[in-house]
T-cell receptor, first 115, second 108 residues
Framework: SAVISQKPSRDICQRGTSLTIQCQVDSQVTMMFWYRQQPGQSLTLIAT?????????ESGFVIDKFPISRPNLTFSTLTVSNMSPEDSSIYLC????????????FGSGTRLTVV | RKEVEQDPGPFNVPEGATVAFNCTYS??????FFWYRQDCRKEPKLLMSVYSSGNEDGRFTAQLNRASQYISLLIRDSKLSDSATYLCVVSYGQNFVFGPGTRLSVLP
């Protein structure tokens, strides 16, 4: 399965600032996704990162707040913009392998704290 | 009703016990099913896919009942290292939906 390098692993940010999270996959993948996991909760899909076109956002998430880039089939970024303490969470990227039977692989996550 | 529901847990069991987790899903068009394991402060990792005929991987057995839209995971002879949150995951099309997870603590 694909291996995903995600960085930064953690950060503490001031409110009103922005943070960009990067994910690099060691092989080309068709689909990449960004999730948020709040403490004690399961994963919530933020958006699907589409290569060469705008990301597809889930209900409750908007491009102005969470701009996403996917310049090629191995790399994606998620920016958390104009942060507030409510954005404190773990952000995870994931990739869909070619074989449908295989589950998605996840990056190691970015633990964000907004103060 | 949530798309994927799981036993609320937590489950606290002694070493060597057998424990079963249940999961139900609401979308009958769901195509693929998985169990993930998530350790504290770590990313989810695939434990096993779930096939219609049921499948086993060592001490772990997964079952799928499409008619009842129900998935289960059985862990036999539980080890301390099995302590984690177990996430039921259901996919249809490009959608990949996580259940809320069930936390397991295996006690010495």
């Amino acid at each position: 399965s694909a291996v995903i390098s995600q960085k930064p692993s953690r950060d503490i940010c001031q409110r009103g600032t922005s943070l960009t999270i990067q994910c690099q996959v060691d092989s080309q993948v068709t689909m990449m996704f960004w999730y948020r996991q709040q403490p004690g909760q399961s994963l919530t899909l933020i958006a699907t990162a589409n290569q060469g076109s705008e990301a597809t956002y889930e209900s409750g998430f908007v491009i102005d707040k969470f701009p996403i880039s996917r310049p090629n089939l191995t790399f994606s970024t998620l920016t958390v913009s104009n942060m507030s303490p409510e954005d404190s969470s773990i952000y995870l990227c994931s990739a869909k392998p070619a074989m449908a039977d295989y589950g998605y692989t996840f990056g190691s996550g970015t633990r964000l704290t907004v103060v | 009703r949530k798309e994927v529901e799981q036993d609320p847990g937590p489950f606290n069991v002694p070493e060597g016990a057998t424990v079963a987790f249940n999961c139900t899903y609401s979308n009958s068009a769901s195509q693929s099913f998985f169990w993930y394991r998530q350790d504290c402060r770590k990313e989810p990792k695939l434990l096993m896919s779930v096939y219609s005929s049921g499948n086993e991987d060592g001490r772990f057995t997964a079952q799928l009942n499409r008619a009842s839209q129900y998935i289960s995971l059985l862990i036999r002879d539980s080890k301390l290292s099995d302590s984690a949150t177990y996430l039921c995951v259901v996919s249809y099309g490009q959608n990949f939906v996580f259940g809320p997870g069930t936390r397991l603590s295996v006690l010495p």
